[in-house]
């Protein structure tokens, strides 16, 4: 041992270093926006708030560090173990020749690993499935949504009831059930991905076919776009057959990912429904009608480029709230194999330990809150900006 | 206390008001100043936007965090309101001060009884006990006749009509004995006969308290009716002011006078004397011209002169205190008549294009929608509506709120399918199809002008291809470049640059929304339009050429148009057949003339009594009908007037309540559906009556 345990400030003066692709990331996208905000729309508003910029600076830095978390990381995040560095306090020395990095800078875990590593590489976790498996929520949403409102009467009244009973359900317990080896097993899991998934397709054949069904010059390239492009997506992920065998989810990840589509659904539901209920009162939907538009062409092209505002808002908050579910479910333990540097798994791991040392599980929670304020924020800064207009 | 107080209640000097915002200061009112007299009147005139609500607000002291008084002063019985403190303040606003605002459901609190709120004000304000407060809330509900006082004090506000809700907030009001009462549009809300009931009930409270008030309306037909001077405002500054009757004979204001150009009166005709709109728009408060604000859009405009400097109010010589801005008021002949128009020549009206007969429909509404528990209930919106329209042909439809207008345009549209009886299009027919059944042609044949310019353009597309849309819909064109080209052409068509295209509906005025509204609804060469309400929401200036543009394109199409209003001034002006309707039956129908001359239905003479007329020289007889509308739910058995008809007791027995009248045919195919007897319908007087100017 020929180094000592190096204080916070060299800690995160090291720790600022490592980043340098994050900041490099940050400054060209942010300088770059921040010069067009006027001609970049909704997005651009964002900075005009000092709120927004900063909850966007906090989710990008998540983005980019997820993006380049194998530069950034000093350490394997899994495999990366080193004698006596089991529950080292931050700043401890590696005592080993091999080590790629010096230090463990936010010390090391009960396995000996570098926590450091482990929150960068968590990330990826979490920003590989929060914002897809939300986005993918909002697609069944407004699927659903907008005829149920549109339409109203039975339509209205059966959804609205398995909505509300998907609602009612207990959400862990739901988890626990979907992602028990029992479930696993059966086709459950697969059939729901095979239906949640089919969805966005449904979605935009319908959304081209309403609107260019007067033009089939054009209708036909983007029909064909869609099936080609969806198909294969959908044989990936839902069944894990890409023929290319580029896309494909492991059954672990797939069950977490069906799950929290089916828990946030019902709730992008019930605001499309609402935003449909009030918009479809509008002149600009009665003239639509009067010129004998399809229902799908009035709910696709009139109401819903309407209805955005809200809904982006309300997609900011929902990555937030999915990435606390994510992590709920990791520190549950469920669906996340148990060696995975999921923020959620090692905050619970982390836990165990609280009594001896604070930063296992304080390091992973603070990189959840952070990410989340900043989403936070940032539809807040959206929300204001959408009001304005 | 303040009775040794005799000078003028209000008196406003030189007033400026801006708000502060991101984009720095926006001045809202500028050089401000007028006053109110005890027991006096005084009307704030203007369109939207030109600051009349905002001196309102400067004299409650309520601007707001943004708004700022930025010069001048507002004397309240010679006390300057700008230096009291917040105390001071509260002690006057309500009690001293009270306002009554446009929405009365938004001014009550309907989480309290009516009671409880008046009962509020004294108790308060002046510490009175609970049970005077009581007795005075009484006397005041009676002082606005509201009937069954003592009930109306233990209801909560939604069980109330708009009307009553109105009353009940003056009502507030008069609790404390105010000395000025602020109306900020107190009747836009309301129906025109419910209007007419407040407007009388306004005005006697005036004389029986002594109070002064501000009445601020964009009607100049109702000030006339209400007020004893009136102010002009034009983009944040008052233009002209002076007593009503100088201002309305005598204007010496160039803005003034396309104001009273463009608003339909009595004397005015399609041919002989056309509405005028001003030319433009109305300046935004930070991109006002240098010197007369309304200098852009005069015709009498002088380069040079009108746009060197501000200009200041100067007083006209010989009448009582009447001021105008404006720089020529010595120059310009008010009296010059306006050219008449060439003539259109008389459209004639051609083959019969649309005929309805025995149209019925109704409304099945469930007590419970979820469980279906409980009974039933039909709401009848058309009763046995018949008529039918020729080309090219006007045909009004008019009738307050409820009474099944819209349900008739929705039926003809295919958006409803009719309960019972026929409709044709042509050889087509629509009462029984509804729209996904019909096919391209007969959906294209009959269109719509929606009523409110900010809802009829969806905001998320541009307006060009909002319009191509239509024409794609329409099958109009077989390339985009052929649909493209139309879409330009329609723009042309109604006098819109081609630029507008590529813009988005926010970008656009109400006025010019409601041209693209029109080039829509003709995109693909309709046999019939429905155009429900085209002008009220906009602004009167914009009114006459949004109007006017309408009934060219309708001349050059041999259109037919079905024209959806309340408004009977403008019905008058552009109408070749007119169509009374109330609660779901037609109830009067015949050419215009036939219509608005006697005999007439009672519920038309009320009508035509109720409406405001911005002329000194009409003396109409005033009829003022007692209640509210019925509801369609709730119809009154026999004739649906019944409940409100000042004529029933002409009608012997209780057959007007027994049965429902017969549609009779009077002379010249003039069809009324009353029980009145030929001799009581032939001894009616005119409504109306024009007096030779003096």
Same mark, same amino acid.
């Given at each position: 041992m020929d180094a000592d345990i190096i204080g916070f400030g060299s800690i995160f003066a090291r720790a600022f270093v490592l980043f340098w692709p994050v900041w490099a990331a940050l400054a060209v996208v942010m300088g770059v926006s921040f010069a067009m905000r006027r001609r970049l729309g909704l997005y651009g508003q964002v900075y005009d708030s000092w709120l927004g910029i900063v909850g966007l600076f906090l989710v990008l830095f998540w983005v980019f560090t997820a993006?380049?978390?194998? %530069?950034?990381?000093?350490?394997?995040?899994? +495999?990366?173990?080193?004698?006596?560095?089991?529950?080292?306090?931050?700043?401890?020395?590696?005592?080993?020749?091999?080590?790629?990095?010096?230090?463990?800078?936010?010390?090391?875990?009960?396995?000996?690993?570098?926590v450091f590593s482990r929150m960068v590489e968590g990330s990826q976790t979490v920003l590989a499935i929060a914002p897809a498996a939300t986005i993918f929520a909002f697609m069944v949403g407004i699927t659903l949504g907008l005829p149920a409102g549109f339409y109203g009467g039975r339509t209205d009244t059966v959804l609205t009831f398995l909505a509300n009973l998907v609602l009612a359900f207990p959400v862990i317990l739901l988890f626990y059930l979907l992602v028990t080896p029992g479930i696993r097993e059966t086709p459950i899991p697969t059939a729901m991905a095979a239906v949640l998934f089919l969805i966005p397709i449904v979605f935009f054949v319908m959304f081209f076919y309403s609107r260019y069904a007067t033009r089939p010059d054009v209708l036909y390239i983007q029909l064909a776009c869609v099936i080609v492009l969806g198909g294969w997506l959908y044989s990936g992920l839902a069944f894990n057959l890409d023929p290319l065998g580029i896309v494909g989810m492991d059954p672990n990840t797939l069950n977490i990912f069906v799950s929290v589509v089916f828990v946030n659904s019902p709730t992008v539901f019930r605001i499309v429904r609402g935003l449909t209920l009030d918009i479809k009162t509008r002149d600009y939907v009665a003239a639509a009608q009067t010129r004998g538009e399809r229902p799908w062409y009035i709910m696709l092209w009139e109401i819903l480029p309407n209805a955005r505002g809200p809904l982006i808002v309300d997609l900011c908050l929902r990555i937030g709230y999915t990435t606390i579910l994510l992590g709920t479910l990791?520190?549950?333990?469920?669906? %996340?194999?148990? +060696?995975?540097?999921? &923020? #959620?798994?090692? =905050?619970? +791991? #982390?836990?165990?330990? &609280?009594?001896? %040392? +604070?930063? =296992?599980?304080?390091?992973?929670?603070?990189?959840?809150?952070?990410?989340?304020?900043?989403?936070?924020?940032?539809?807040?800064?959206?929300?204001e900006q959408s009001l304005k207009d | 206390m303040t009775d040794t107080y005799d000078g003028p209640i209000l008196e406003i000097e030189n007033l400026s008001i801006s708000f502060f915002t991101r984009a720095g200061e926006i001045p809202a009112v500028m050089d401000f100043s007028c006053t109110v007299q005890p027991g006096e009147a005084m009307g704030l005139v203007g369109e939207s936007g030109c600051g009349k609500s905002t001196v309102a607000l400067g004299v409650m002291q309520d601007l707001g965090k943004n708004g700022a008084i930025v010069g001048g002063s507002i004397k309240f019985k010679g006390r300057d309101l700008n230096d009291m403190s917040d105390e001071e303040l509260r002690q006057i606003r309500g009690s001293e001060i009270a306002m009554i605002y446009q929405e009365p459901m938004a001014s009550l609190n309907p989480a309290m009884k009516i009671g409880r709120q008046l009962m509020e004000v004294p108790m308060i304000h002046e510490g009175m006990s609970e049970k005077d407060a009581y007795q005075q809330a009484l006397e005041v509900v009676t002082a606005v006749r509201l009937p069954d006082p003592e009930r109306m004090l233990k209801s909560y506000p939604h069980q109330l009509s708009g009307g009553q809700q109105q009353r009940i907030v003056i009502a507030m009001a008069l609790m404390s004995k105010p000395s000025l009462l602020i109306l900020d549009e107190p009747t836009t809300a309301l129906d025109v006969t419910v209007e007419a009931g407040i407007v009388d009930l306004v005005k006697d409270l005036g004389k029986q308290y002594g109070t002064s008030m501000l009445f601020i309306s964009h009607n100049l037909g109702l000030v006339l009716d209400t007020c004893d001077r009136l102010c002009v405002m034009y983009s944040g500054e008052a233009v002209e002011t002076g007593s009503i009757?100088?201002?309305?004979?005598?204007?010496?204001?160039?803005?003034? *006078?396309?104001?009273?150009?463009?608003?339909?009166?009595?004397?005015?005709?399609?041919?002989?004397?056309?509405? @005028? /709109?001003?030319?433009?728009?109305?300046?935004?408060?930070?991109?006002?011209?240098?010197?007369?604000?309304?200098?852009?859009?005069? /015709?009498?405009?002088q380069e040079g002169r009108c746009d060197a400097a501000d200009i200041p109010m100067s007083a006209i010589p010989g009448n009582d205190r009447h001021d105008s801005r404006c720089l020529r008021i010595d120059e310009i002949d008010w009296a010059a008549q306006l050219p008449r128009r060439e003539d259109a020549g008389e459209a004639? /009206? $051609?083959? @019969?294009?649309?005929?309805?007969? $025995?149209?019925?429909?109704?409304?099945? @509404?469930?007590a419970n929608a979820m469980f279906g528990g409980g009974e039933t209930r039909v709401v009848k919106a058309n009763e046995t509506v018949s008529f039918e329209a020729r080309e090219s042909e006007t045909l009004a439809i008019v009738g307050e709120s409820g009474c099944g207008k819209s349900t008739l345009a929705k039926v003809l549209l295919g958006l409803e399918t009719a309960t019972d009886g026929e409709s044709t299009l042509g050889n087509a027919d629509i009462a029984n199809v509804p729209i996904e059944e019909r096919d391209r042609r007969t959906i294209a044949d009959i269109q719509m002008v929606f009523q409110n310019p900010f809802d009829t353009l969806n905001p998320s597309h541009t307006i060009g291809s909002q319009i191509i849309r239509v024409l794609e819909k329409f099958g109009v064109g077989s390339t985009v470049a052929e649909r493209e080209e139309r879409m330009l052409e329609l723009l042309d068509l109604v006098k819109l640059p081609r630029a507008f295209a590529k813009r988005k509906p926010r970008q656009l005025s109400g006025g010019q929304k409601q041209r693209i509204g029109i080039a829509r609804a003709f995109a693909g060469t309709p046999k019939v339009v429905v155009a429900d309400e085209p002008v009220s929401a906009l602004d009167v200036s914009v009114q006459a050429a949004v109007t006017d543009l309408l009934m060219e394109i309708q001349r050059e199409n041999r259109t037919t148009m079905l024209f959806i209003s309340h408004d009977l001034s403008i019905v008058r002006y552009?109408?070749?057949? !007119?169509? !009374?309707?109330?609660? $779901?039956? @037609?109830?009067?129908?015949?050419?215009?003339? *036939? !219509?608005?001359?006697?005999?007439?239905?009672?519920?038309?003479?009320?009508?035509? /009594?109720?409406?405001p007329i911005a002329d000194t020289s009409v003396e109409k007889k005033r009829i003022v009908l007692d209640g509210d509308i019925p509801s369609a739910m709730d119809p009154p058995s026999g004739c649906p007037f019944q409940t409100r008809c000042p004529r029933k007791s002409s009608v012997p027995g209780n057959l007007c309540e027994a049965e429902v009248p017969p549609m009779r045919t009077l002379a010249g195919g003039h069809q009324v559906k009353c029980h009145l007897s030929d001799e009581v319908l032939a001894e009616m007087e005119p409504v109306i009556q024009v007096h030779a100017a003096e």
């Open positions: 993006l380049f978390a194998d %530069v950034i990381a000093p350490f394997d995040a899994v +495999e990366g173990v080193y004698s006596g560095m089991k529950k080292a306090v931050p700043g401890t020395p590696v005592a080993s020749d091999s080590a790629p990095y010096d230090y463990f800078l936010f010390g090391g875990d009960n396995l000996a690993r570098d990791g520190f549950f333990g469920l669906g %996340v194999s148990p +060696e995975s540097p999921d &923020w #959620g798994l090692s =905050i619970n +791991e #982390g836990r165990k330990l &609280w009594r001896s %040392v +604070e930063h =296992i599980a304080l390091v992973p929670a603070l990189a959840l809150m952070s990410l989340v304020l900043g989403l936070n924020l940032l539809a807040d800064a959206l929300r | 009757k100088d201002v309305f004979d005598k204007m010496r204001h160039p803005y003034t *006078q396309g104001l009273f150009r463009s608003i339909p009166l009595p004397g005015a005709d399609k041919n002989a004397r056309p509405l @005028v /709109s001003i030319p433009g728009n109305f300046p935004l408060p930070h991109e006002r011209p240098p010197g007369c604000n309304f200098g852009p859009r005069c /015709s009498y405009f004639t /009206s $051609g083959d @019969v294009v649309i005929k309805v007969d $025995g149209l019925k429909k109704y409304y099945e @509404v469930a552009l109408s070749d057949r !007119v169509l !009374v309707m109330y609660l $779901g039956h @037609v109830v009067e129908m015949g050419t215009t003339d *036939q !219509v608005f001359a006697p005999p007439y239905h009672p519920y038309t003479e009320a009508l035509l /009594s109720a409406v």
